[in-house]
């Protein structure tokens, strides 16, 4: 056995016949820390999405300080201008996933999320010296667009690349890469928010500091090589065996060449995917299950990450120190899903997000009871955690339940539900935060996640270990 290889794993050098097929030489990589690099510098676009995404609850206040954002019947659109600020967010995430993402099945995945990160970096400046809320708002919903090609394109790529019993520990230390941006964006908006530097308000500060750091990760990643899995596809196969080539140089494993049978099985695939493909009777349910569960989730996950300030707020804190608190609570975001990655691919992604929501609705009741701000930021930290916990397992899992032709398709239109979902469970979060306050804003998203443990638990496959192409 070579030395580079994982325990368990034959080399290829001395299985050439079982190693030639694309997706064995795929399964044999070993977890070296070449591969790990790999996926850290994939996950780093995702880095200044959710930074811009998280955004949201913490420049708001800025907004409102500088009276560019007004509450309730004040606000452009006759509603809280935060919420008409989340709901654009969402629209264009909607937007992006269902009608754009789908692209990257036609055009591959490293050129549609090359296209989307610098959508996102060039509104995100525009937006940044804007002084009306309509025009923020407008800006914010052209960004959103470009969140939801990105953050589907990642995804869809990282489920390609990586070994069959690496997915879930590849997207828990994705998301931990991705999730360091949680607390950044917390700590710089206390910092910065409540300060005006060289004439320009902190809230203007943070969203600059997101725009031109994905510029600079847009260069970093432009040498990236396209899917291998896609190109096999294409029917382009020398170039997806080149591309895997390349991965096993960078794990430190000898090379190993297709055979011609399989080049010439590869030659004769032609992609057909087409949106009616994703309700074909083998996919059908699991589209479905996948529609709901998204709609669900995005009100735990995001009612709570984006109006996190808000709610904190609604229990006595300071504008200043409900940021301060945030920042503490989303700490469990990078430190959730780096714990996570050290069991993620012992259990079942569906049990996973099972048992994560199933967490998000014992420390959510609780959060609703506290009023002590140590035990407001505990709670707040353990439903932060489950979110973690909760968000690289469904990512994983959406991924695997559907081939490769139709994968991005398939995904964008399931994920871009829980876009849709949140552009209207913003604003009935801003409702039920006047009406009924921070507990009737947890009770309904503590319902939305029994909802989702009750969809994935009955109705969702399983995938562990399973080759992407099997399942």
Same mark, same amino acid.
Request: glycine residues 8%; contains cysteine.
């Given at each position: 056995?070579?030395e580079?290889?994982?325990p368990?794993?034959?080399?290829?050098?001395?299985?050439?016949i079982?190693?030639?097929?694309?997706?064995?030489?795929l399964d /044999?990589?070993?977890a070296?820390?070449?591969?790990?690099?790999?996926? &850290? *510098?994939? !996950?780093l676009?995702?880095f200044?999405?959710?930074y811009?995404?998280?955004q949201?609850?913490?420049?708001s206040?800025g907004?409102i300080?500088?009276?560019?954002?007004?509450?309730?019947?004040?606000?452009v659109?006759?509603?809280?201008?935060q919420?008409a600020?989340a709901?654009a967010t969402?629209l264009g995430l909607?937007?992006?996933?269902?009608?754009l993402?789908?692209h990257a099945?036609?055009?591959g995945r490293?050129?549609t999320?090359?296209?989307?990160l610098?959508?996102?970096?060039c509104f995100s400046?525009?937006?940044?010296?804007?002084?009306?809320?309509?025009?923020?708002?407008?800006?914010?919903?052209?960004?959103?667009v470009g969140?939801g090609?990105?953050?589907?394109t990642?995804d869809t790529?990282?489920?390609?690349?990586?070994?069959?019993?690496?997915r879930?520990?590849?997207?828990?230390? /994705?998301?931990?890469?991705q999730?360091l941006s949680?607390?950044?964006? &917390? *700590?710089m !908006?206390?910092?910065?928010?409540?300060q005006?530097?060289l004439?320009?308000?902190?809230?203007r500060?943070?969203?600059i500091a997101?725009?031109v750091c994905s510029m600079v990760?847009?260069?970093?990643?432009?040498n990236?090589?396209?899917?291998?899995?896609?190109?096999?596809?294409q029917?382009?196969?020398?170039?997806a065996?080149?591309?895997?080539?390349?991965l096993?140089?960078r794990?430190?494993?000898?090379?190993?060449?297709p055979?011609?049978a399989?080049?010439?099985t590869?030659?004769?695939?032609k992609?057909?995917?087409?949106f009616?493909?994703i309700?074909?009777?083998?996919?059908?349910?699991?589209t479905?299950?996948l529609?709901?569960?998204?709609?669900f989730?995005?009100?735990g996950?995001?009612?709570?990450?984006?109006?996190?300030?808000a709610?904190?707020s609604?229990?006595?804190?300071s504008?200043t120190?409900s940021?301060l608190?945030a920042?503490?609570?989303?700490?469990a975001?990078?430190l959730g899903?780096?714990i996570?990655s050290?069991?993620?691919d012992?259990?079942e992604?569906?049990w996973?997000?099972?048992?994560?929501s199933?967490?998000t609705?014992?420390?959510g009741t609780l959060?609703?009871?506290q009023?002590?701000p140590l035990?407001l930021i505990?709670?707040g930290?353990c439903?932060?955690y489950s979110?973690?916990w909760?968000?690289?397992?469904?990512h994983?899992y959406?991924?695997?339940v559907f081939?490769t032709?139709?994968?991005?398709r398939?995904?964008?239109f399931c994920?871009?539900f829980?876009?849709?979902?949140?552009v209207?469970?913003?604003?009935?979060?801003g409702?039920?935060l006047q009406?009924?306050?921070?507990?009737?804003?947890?009770?309904?998203?503590?319902?939305?996640?029994?909802i989702?443990?009750?969809?994935?638990g009955?109705?969702?496959?399983?995938t562990?270990?399973?080759?992407?192409?099997?399942i």
């Open positions: 056995m070579s580079a290889c994982a368990g794993i034959p080399s290829p050098q001395n299985n050439p079982k190693y030639n097929k694309l997706s064995d030489r /044999a990589l070993p070296t820390a070449g591969l790990w690099r790999f996926i &850290a *510098l994939l !996950s676009g995702g200044f999405e959710l811009d995404l998280f949201t609850g913490y420049i206040s907004l300080s500088e009276n560019i954002f007004h509450l309730g019947e004040l606000g659109f006759g509603i809280s201008d919420a600020f709901s969402f909607f937007l992006g996933a269902s009608l993402a789908p099945d036609r055009f490293r050129m999320f090359m296209f989307a610098a959508w996102y970096g400046m525009l937006m940044a010296f804007q002084n009306q809320a309509e025009w923020i708002i407008f800006c914010r919903f052209l960004v959103g969140l090609i990105e953050l589907v990642i790529y990282l489920s390609e690349c990586v070994p069959s019993r690496l879930s520990k590849a997207f828990a230390f /994705a998301f931990f890469v999730f949680v607390p950044a964006v &917390a *700590l !908006s206390w910092w910065l928010v409540p005006t530097i004439g320009l308000t902190g809230w500060w943070v969203v997101g725009a990760i847009w260069l970093v990643r432009k990236l090589p396209e899917s291998p899995r896609w190109l096999a596809q029917g382009r196969h020398q170039e065996h080149q591309v895997v080539s390349g096993e140089i794990c430190g494993v000898p090379v190993t060449a055979s011609l399989e080049m010439e590869a030659a004769t695939q992609p057909q995917g087409r009616r493909d309700w074909r009777p083998e996919y059908r349910q699991r479905l299950m529609v709901v569960m998204n709609i989730q995005a009100i996950f995001f009612g709570f990450g984006n109006w996190l300030p709610l904190l609604g229990k006595g804190a504008i120190h940021l608190y920042f503490f609570i989303t700490l975001y990078p899903s780096l996570c050290r069991y993620a012992k259990i992604n569906k996973q997000i099972v048992l994560s199933l967490m609705v014992i420390f959060f609703a009871l009023t002590n035990l505990i709670c930290f439903i932060t979110n973690a909760l968000t690289f397992s469904y994983a959406q991924t695997e081939p032709f139709i994968r991005a398939a995904v964008g994920y871009s829980s876009r849709l979902s949140t209207f469970s913003s604003i009935i979060i409702m039920i009406v009924a306050g921070t507990q009737g804003v947890v009770a309904f998203i503590v319902v939305s996640m029994l989702v443990m009750l969809t994935i009955i109705f969702g496959p399983k562990r270990g399973i080759n992407l192409d099997d």
